[in-house]
C-alpha cells in the first residue's frame, strides 16, 4: 500500500512550516516545472522565496539536447539567476561517471550533438554515426565489424538514430567489458493538453534488449544520477532534498531511488493518473510553483 500524497494547499500554516522544516535543499526538474514552451508564472518568485527561507536550490534536467546558451536564455526568462551554474543534465552525469572511473578508451555515442560536445569538453573522444544507413542488408556487414578502440556505448537522446547506429552499439556491446551508460530515459515526452511524443529512449530499449544488457542508468529516475546531482550540490543527505518534478517515473522515481522527498506538481499529469499510478506516489503534490508562492 501507498500513503496518500498531501496536497501542500490543504495543509494548514503550521502544517506548512513543518513541511517547510523538513528540508534544507530543492533540486528541481526544469520541463514542465520552470518553463513549458515559455517560462511558467511566478517561477523566479518562488525560488527566490525558498532561498529566503533558507534552502539552497538546485536544477536537475533529463533534457541534454539544450545548448548551455539555451538553458542560460530559459534560466533568464523565468527569472532565475545562475541556472545553468546549478543544473545537472545526463551529459554531465556521463562524462562525470567515464572520468570516476579513469576511462581512457573512446565512447561510441548514439546521442545528441550537445552530449557528444560535453564528452569531448571532458576530454573523452567519440566516435558517432553514421548519419544514413546504407539501403540494402548485404552492405549491413560493414556495422557488424567491432572496433577495439570503443571501450563505451553511451545512448541519450538521438533524433537522428537509424538501424546502422543500432548495429554498431550492439556490435559493440557484444563484448563484456564494454560499457553501456545511457542518459535520458523518458519513454514519452508531454506537451501538454494530453499530447505526447514517443521520445528516444525506444532506441536504447532496443540495443538494450538486443544485447540482453541493461544500461548504467545515468538520467532520471537512476539513483547514481539523484547521488551525482547530490555531490555537485554537495549535499550528503537525501532526506534534506525535496525533489519538485511533473512526472511520476522519471521525477518521483528518483526521488524514491535516491531517498528524496518529493514533490509532483500537476502540470502535465491529472490528479486521477497521480493516484492511478500502481507502484510510484509522490510525498506532496500541487498544481504548480505559481500555486504555492502565497505560502511561502
Ligand atoms: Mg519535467
Avoid at 500524497?5 to 490543504?10: Q, R, S
Avoid at 560499457?179 to 525506444?202: E, K, P, V
Avoid at 547521488?227 to 550528503?236: D, I, N, P, R, S
Amino acid at each position: 500500500m501507498h500513503s496518500m500524497p498531501v496536497n501542500l494547499l490543504d495543509l494548514s500554516p503550521e502544517e506548512f512550516k513543518k513541511f517547510l522544516d523538513s528540508f534544507d535543499h530543492v533540486f528541481s526538474d526544469c520541463d514542465g516545472v520552470i518553463w513549458a514552451a515559455n517560462a511558467l508564472p511566478r517561477v523566479g518568485e518562488f525560488f527566490d522565496l525558498i532561498k529566503k527561507h533558507g534552502k539552497t536550490v538546485h536544477f536537475v534536467s533529463n533534457n541534454s539536447i539544450r545548448s548551455q546558451q539555451n538553458y542560460e536564455d530559459k534560466f533568464k526568462e523565468a527569472k532565475i539567476e545562475n541556472g545553468f551554474q546549478f543544473l545537472t543534465t545526463p551529459s554531465f552525469a556521463i562524462a562525470g561517471y567515464l572520468k570516476g572511473l579513469n576511462f581512457k578508451k573512446k565512447v561510441y555515442a548514439m546521442a545528441c550533438d550537445e552530449t557528444v560536445k560535453v564528452l569531448n569538453s571532458h576530454g573523452i573522444e567519440t566516435k558517432t554515426g553514421p548519419l544514413l544507413g546504407v539501403d540494402v542488408f548485404d552492405d549491413y556487414v560493414q556495422y557488424l565489424k567491432d572496433d577495439p578502440e570503443i571501450g563505451a556505448v553511451v545512448c541519450d537522446c538521438d533524433f537522428n538514430a537509424n538501424l546502422a547506429k543500432v548495429h554498431k552499439a550492439v556490435t559493440y556491446l557484444k563484448r563484456p567489458e564494454v560499457l553501456f551508460l545511457c542518459g535520458a530515459t523518458d519513454r514519452h515526452i508531454h506537451f501538454g493538453q494530453g499530447r505526447s511524443a514517443l521520445g528516444c529512449s525506444i532506441f536504447t530499449n532496443i540495443v538494450s534488449d538486443e544485447t540482453n544488457r541493461s544500461p548504467i542508468v545515468l538520467s532520471k529516475p537512476g539513483k547514481l544520477f539523484g547521488e551525482f546531482a547530490m555531490k555537485k550540490a554537495g549535499v550528503t543527505d537525501p532526506s534534506k532534498v525535496l525533489f519538485i518534478g511533473d512526472m511520476i517515473e522519471q521525477d518521483v522515481g528518483l526521488g524514491k531511488n535516491t531517498g528524496f522527498k518529493t514533490l509532483l506538481l500537476l502540470t502535465n499529469i491529472p490528479k486521477e493518473t497521480m493516484l492511478a499510478h500502481k507502484t510510484t506516489r509522490p510525498d506532496f503534490y500541487a498544481d504548480s510553483l505559481a500555486s504555492l508562492v502565497p505560502l511561502l
